[in-house]
C-alpha cells in the first residue's frame, strides 16, 4: 500500500486571511476567472492582496480555460517568472495554477505543454514554480490532487497533465467561501465531490488508506447535498460539504476517478455540460453496476449514514431537478449516438474495479440517457 500527499492544509473559518502572508516580498502570479477577480478584490479578507505591487492577475476566462490560453500565460511570464503562484477559484482556475506552476518554467527550456503531456521525463528539467491553492468551491478537490485538466477545444479533447511536482506547496481551505456561492455552483461542485468519493471507492487503485477517505467523503456530501440550498446560511452545512471535497481530492490524488468522469468530458466538450452535472449522468447506473464489488464500503456508508446512500443519492438527484437540466442539454437520442464511440474512448475505464466490457459501457450511457430523457 502507498499513500503520498505533500500538500501542507489549512482548513478552517477566514483561513484565506493568511495567503498574504505567503506573498509578502515575493512575485506573485493569481489565476482566477474574471467573475472571482470581481468578487474577491471587494472581499474584507482577501483585498490587502489586489493591492500588492508585487501581485499580477490572470482573470480573463472563466470556466475550462483553453490548452490556447494556457500557452499564453505561460509565454506571457517566460522571462519573467514569478516565485509563487496562486490559484483562486474553483477547479479551473487551479488547474490553470497548477499547470502555469510547470509550463511557465519548461517554456524557458522550450518544453511546450505538448511535450510534457506526451513525455513526463522532460518534468526533470527544470524547477516547477511553488503553487499555493485557495479553493472557493466545494467539489473539485483540485487543491491536494497532482493533476490538471486541459481542454484543447481544436481537437476537441480533454487532456490530463499530472506529475508529483504539480502538487500544491500549501492550500487554504475556507468554508466561508460558500456563503456566496451561486446555488447551482454549490450543487454542481458537490455532486462532483460525490463521485469523486465514490469512483475512489470502486477503484482498482483503492486501498486503506483511500478507502475510509472516500467513505467519509461519500458520507458527508450524501449528509449535507439534501440541504445545499440553505448553504448560504447554514455554517455547519458548509464546513460539512468542505470536507467532504477535501477527503474526496485526497482519495482520488491517490486512485484516480473512473467510468463517471470518463463520460463526463465529451458531455462538457460536446453540450457544454458544467463538470458536477456531467459526471452525474452515468453515476445511479454505474453505482448499480459496482455496487456488488463493494459491498462493505456501502454497508458501512449506510450504517453511518442510517439509510441506503443508493435511495439517498437518487433523492438528491430528484430533489435538486438534475435530470431536468440534463435533459435540457442533451441533443435528441439519434444525434447523442452519432458519437457514442467519444464516450468509450475517453479513458479512466480502466480504473474500475469491476471490468467493463464495450457493450456493457453503452449500456450504461444508453440507460442512463433514457432515464434522464424519459424523466
Not at 493569481?30 to 467573475?35: K, L, N, R, T, Y
Not at 492582496?49 to 482573470?59: G, I, K, P, S
Not at 466545494?138 to 490530463?160: C, H, I, L, M, N
Not at 456493457?360 to 450511457?365: H, P, R, Y
Request: with cysteine; hydrophobic share 40%.
Amino acid at each position: 500500500m502507498n499513500y503520498f500527499n505533500p500538500v501542507k492544509l489549512e482548513f478552517g473559518s477566514q483561513v484565506r486571511n493568511r495567503v498574504i502572508e505567503e506573498c509578502v516580498s515575493k512575485s506573485v502570479l493569481v489565476i482566477c476567472s474574471s467573475s472571482a477577480y470581481k468578487r474577491y478584490s471587494k472581499d474584507s479578507e482577501l483585498s490587502a492582496l489586489f493591492n500588492l505591487a508585487t501581485v499580477v492577475f490572470e482573470h480573463g476566462f472563466e470556466s475550462n480555460p483553453s490548452l490556447t490560453d494556457i500557452v499564453k500565460i505561460s509565454h506571457k511570464y517566460r522571462e519573467s517568472p514569478p516565485d509563487v503562484i496562486v490559484g483562486l477559484g474553483g477547479g479551473s482556475a487551479m488547474d490553470v495554477a497548477k499547470i502555469a506552476s510547470v509550463s511557465i518554467p519548461a517554456i524557458k527550456e522550450d518544453i511546450h505543454i505538448d511535450d510534457l503531456l506526451n513525455n513526463s521525463t522532460l518534468f526533470s528539467r527544470f524547477k516547477a514554480i511553488d503553487c499555493i491553492q485557495v479553493p472557493t468551491t466545494a467539489g473539485t478537490g483540485s487543491e491536494v490532487t497532482p493533476f490538471a485538466t486541459v481542454w484543447d477545444y481544436e481537437s476537441q479533447q480533454k487532456k490530463s497533465l499530472s506529475h508529483p511536482v504539480m502538487y500544491a506547496k500549501k492550500a487554504f481551505i475556507d468554508p466561508d467561501f460558500l456563503s456566496k456561492a451561486p446555488l447551482e455552483v454549490a450543487l454542481s461542485t458537490g455532486l462532483d465531490a460525490l463521485n469523486q468519493a465514490f469512483e475512489s471507492i470502486w477503484n482498482l487503485n483503492a486501498n486503506e488508506f483511500t478507502r475510509p477517505l472516500a467513505r467519509r467523503a461519500a458520507v458527508l456530501a450524501l449528509q449535507g447535498l439534501p440541504l445545499i440550498d440553505k448553504i448560504s446560511k447554514d455554517s455547519e452545512l458548509r464546513v460539512k460539504l468542505a470536507l467532504a471535497s477535501l477527503f474526496a481530492g485526497l482519495a482520488i490524488s491517490q486512485t484516480r476517478t473512473s467510468i463517471c468522469h470518463s463520460i463526463s468530458y465529451p458531455l462538457t466538450l460536446k453540450y457544454g455540460i458544467v463538470h458536477g452535472m456531467a459526471c452525474s449522468f452515468s453515476m445511479l447506473e454505474v453505482f448499480k453496476y459496482n455496487m456488488e464489488f463493494v459491498k462493505n464500503d456501502l454497508d458501512m456508508i449506510e450504517l453511518e449514514l442510517k439509510q441506503d446512500p443508493y435511495m439517498v443519492l437518487e433523492s438528491i438527484i430528484q430533489k435538486h431537478g438534475v435530470k431536468d437540466y440534463l435533459a435540457r442539454s442533451l441533443p435528441n437520442k439519434s444525434v447523442f449516438f452519432e458519437s457514442i464511440q467519444d464516450f468509450i474512448t475517453a479513458g479512466r475505464f480502466e480504473n474500475n474495479i469491476k471490468k467493463c466490457s464495450r457493450d456493457e459501457l453503452i449500456e450504461i450511457i444508453t440507460t442512463s440517457y433514457d432515464s434522464i430523457r424519459n424523466g
